[in-house]
């Protein structure tokens, strides 16, 4: 609710978002090479690129560089408006740096942005209890919402089922419709799952409280498996079944 920290690729809904709403689709093609702007030259974490691949393969494989070539294409101030609208107040250097997550935000208020994909519009406001007091006209007029379009929002559903089903998010997955994205920071110093199935939505972070490194540390990783687990009781679910 309070800490601050770096949201790593779970930061990339906004920076797809905005490839969106520029006229892409998840079919549409990005370059998976490596890539320079300005003096940033970003990699992908596995030292593996695949050349050209849809932005659903893309997002899928959380890869780096077609992150970073899709801000540079839409513009910053584009994905930054993108995640302005789903609700990030943290402040977001116009830099395209962010495209990989590098400014920090409470994990709250990231979930709380993935909440709007799931509930088809935005912002959603999180609190603790429920709000007794009829709001004034212009707490009204300040608390209107929007509404995805809906291509919009079925193609940013089919990124992250993608995540889940084929990609970062696998372990994850249920045996009921789950999307989600995985993120990871530098030196594995943050790990996060965020997603949603059914009519739950859950962020989960791991990492130390004195920022240190934690070697191996993913968010494919514990994360997403804290998240399945959670939510495999939360749900009624099951995991989905082993495939051998």
Known sequence: VQARRQPGSTFKL???????????EPDSTVLDE????GDWAPKNNNGRYAGPITLTQAFARSSNVASARLTKEVGVRNVIRAARDLGVTSPLP?????ALGTSTMSLLELTSAYATVAAGRYPVRPRGLAETDEPGWLDRLRGRDSAFGRRELDDLRTLLAASVSGG?????ALSVRTYGKTGTTQDNRDALFVGFANDLIVGVWVGNDDNTPNPGLSGGGVPA????SFMVDALGV???????
């Open 168 to 172: 970062t998010g696998n372990a994850a």
């Open 238 to 244: 099951t995991p989905p079944p082993v495939v051998e």
């Open 94 to 98: 116009e830099e395209a740096t962010i």
């Open 14 to 24: 906004f920076g797809y978002l905005a490839a969106l709403r520029a006229g892409m």
């Open 34 to 37: 490596p890539v320079t702007i």
């Open 225 to 228: 498996r804290i998240w399945r």
